[in-house]
């Protein structure tokens, strides 16, 4: 399986600003992911990132809250913007190799906004 | 209705006693995959084993066995021997062939290994 790694690991803001995520893989993979695991809960998919094109989000999520940016095949951006205290979670990337494989995860972002 | 249903939130087992935690499924895709992650309190997720629905045998991964039980529509995880870093929580996910890309995860499984 891939290698995932994700920056920050965690980190505590204030409201109203904005944080850029990080998620870099140790290979090429066809399928990126970003997941949302709010304190004691299951976790929700945010959106597909895709390579050179707008992501796709799902319901609930919309680009203006959650722009993600992929670049290439190696590397996903998830930027949590004009934060407010529900937004505090743990926030993973995953890949698959294809949509039908097994998604890994990355070792996910701790966030507390204040 | 609930994609995954996980009903029990809380489970204790001995050190080196076995455990099953519980996984029903709902779907109407007769292609679909079930998959089990453990998420220490470290917070990331790690995959542990998947079992395909044309799969005909139950899946093994050392010392985690799925009991699929597919007219049952239940898929669920067997630890061996529990370890004292067994403790952590256990999420079931699906996905099915329809949907693509979707992973639909329960609300989770809390183990605590006992010494």
């Known amino acids: 399986s891939a290698v995932i790694s994700q920056k920050p690991s965690r980190d505590i803001c204030q409201r109203g600003t904005s944080l850029t995520i990080q998620c870099q893989v140790d290979?090429?993979?066809?399928?990126m992911f970003w997941y949302r695991q709010q304190p004691g809960q299951s976790l929700t998919l945010i959106a597909t990132?895709?390579?050179?094109?707008?992501?796709?989000?799902e319901s609930g999520f919309v680009i203006d809250k959650f722009p993600i940016s992929r670049p290439n095949l190696t590397f996903s951006t998830l930027t949590v913007s004009n934060m407010s205290p529900e937004d505090s979670s743990i926030y993973l990337c995953?890949?698959?190799?294809?949509?039908?494989?097994?998604?890994?995860f990355g070792p996910g972002t701790r966030l507390t906004v204040l | 209705a609930q994609k995954i249903t996980q009903t029990q939130p809380g489970m204790f087992v001995q050190e080196k006693e076995a455990v099953t935690l519980d996984c029903t499924y709902d779907?109407?895709?007769?292609?679909?995959?079930l998959f089990w992650y453990k998420q220490p309190s470290s917070g990331e997720m790690i995959f542990l084993i998947y079992?395909?629905?044309?799969?005909?045998q139950n899946a093994t991964e050392g010392r985690y066995s799925l009991n699929f039980q597919k007219a049952r529509k239940s898929a669920n995880l067997v630890i061996s021997a529990s370890q004292l870093g067994d403790s952590a929580m256990y999420f079931c996910?699906?996905?099915?062939?329809?949907?693509?890309?979707?992973?639909?995860f329960g609300t989770g499984t809390s183990l605590t290994v006992i010494p």
């Open positions: 995953s890949v698959a190799s294809t949509g039908r494989d097994t998604q890994y």
């Open positions: 290979s090429q993979v066809t399928m």
């Open positions: 990132a895709n390579q050179g094109s707008e992501a796709t989000y």
């Open positions: 779907t109407s895709d007769p292609s679909y995959g």
């Open positions: 079992q395909g629905s044309y799969d005909q």
């Open positions: 996910a699906m996905r099915e062939e329809g949907t693509g890309n979707q992973f639909y």
